[in-house]
């Protein structure tokens, strides 16, 4: 049985990729870092097995409340149709998860596991900003409406508009076209 974990850090450090090795569990598990062109950084965390079990996943988003997870239901079944290899869900904490199953063999896992987390970071790119968005607006409160005729100053007479720094605005202005701008600005006269 090959000790599947040591071949992958070794092709990792070969092609200089950053991982960390999770050192909380049995030490067959990898954190892997990476940033996406849409999404700032993504972390996945790579599991295996001694049998050649793979499981990689990724937290989207944490702490998704009820309501706000009932209504993206929709969009989870879509992400799940268009991209069958990773399927996505919310855990038993509220965090919304991205996951992909896969085995490896004998015949280069370190290449077989990067080509797997590489279309799982493009499948995670493509689908994340299409999740972080709909939650925003989801949790977006809406604008408060002001009805309060104290919190604002409505003019009585729109006259007071006429008058601006010493400029009379529209008072004799020119309706030919010889110029440009007509007579817009001109100077208050004196009172």
Same mark, same amino acid.
């Given at each position: 049985?090959?000790?599947?974990?040591?071949?992958?850090?070794?092709?990792?450090?070969?092609?200089?990729?950053?991982?960390?090795?999770?050192?909380?569990?049995?030490?067959?598990?990898?954190?892997?870092?990476?940033?996406?062109?849409?999404?700032?950084?993504?972390?996945?965390?790579?599991?295996?097995?001694?049998?050649?079990?793979?499981?990689?996943?990724?937290?989207?988003?944490?702490?998704?409340?009820?309501?706000?997870?009932?209504?993206?239901?929709?969009?989870?079944?879509?992400?799940?149709?268009?991209?069958?290899?990773?399927?996505?869900?919310?855990?038993?904490?509220?965090?919304?998860?991205?996951?992909?199953?896969?085995?490896?063999?004998?015949?280069?896992?370190?290449?077989?596991?990067?080509?797997?987390?590489?279309?799982?970071?493009?499948?995670?790119?493509?689908?994340?900003?299409?999740?972080?968005?709909?939650?925003?607006?989801?949790?977006?409160?809406?604008?408060?409406?002001?009805?309060?005729? $104290?919190? &604002? +100053?409505?003019? !009585? #007479?729109?006259? @007071?508009? /006429?008058?601006? $720094?010493? &400029? +009379?605005?529209? !008072? #004799?202005?020119? @309706?030919? /076209?010889?110029?440009?701008?007509?007579?817009?600005?001109?100077?208050?006269?004196?009172?």
């Amino acid at each position: 049985m090959s000790n599947y974990i040591e071949q992958i850090k070794e092709y990792f450090k070969e092609k200089k990729l950053r991982f960390f090795v999770n050192e909380s569990g049995n030490g067959k598990s990898l954190f892997i870092p990476m940033e996406l062109k849409n999404v700032t950084a993504m972390n996945i965390i790579l599991d295996v097995a001694d049998s050649g079990k793979c499981n990689a996943y990724s937290t989207i988003v944490t702490k998704v409340e009820q309501n706000i997870q009932e209504q993206l239901f929709h969009k989870l079944n879509e992400a799940n149709n268009n991209f069958s290899f990773a399927s996505f869900s919310f855990d038993k904490d509220d965090d919304l998860m991205a996951s992909v199953n896969f085995y490896l063999n004998d015949h280069e896992p370190g290449k077989m596991v990067m080509e797997y987390i590489m279309t799982f970071f493009c499948i995670l790119d493509d689908v994340a900003p299409t999740f972080l968005e709909a939650i925003w607006a989801l949790r977006r409160e809406p604008r408060p409406e002001i009805h309060d005729e $104290d919190e &604002y +100053d409505e003019p !009585d #007479d729109f006259d @007071d508009f /006429d008058e601006y $720094d010493g &400029y +009379d605005f529209f !008072d #004799d202005a020119s @309706d030919d /076209d010889s110029d440009e701008f007509g007579e817009l600005f001109k100077k208050k006269k004196p009172a």
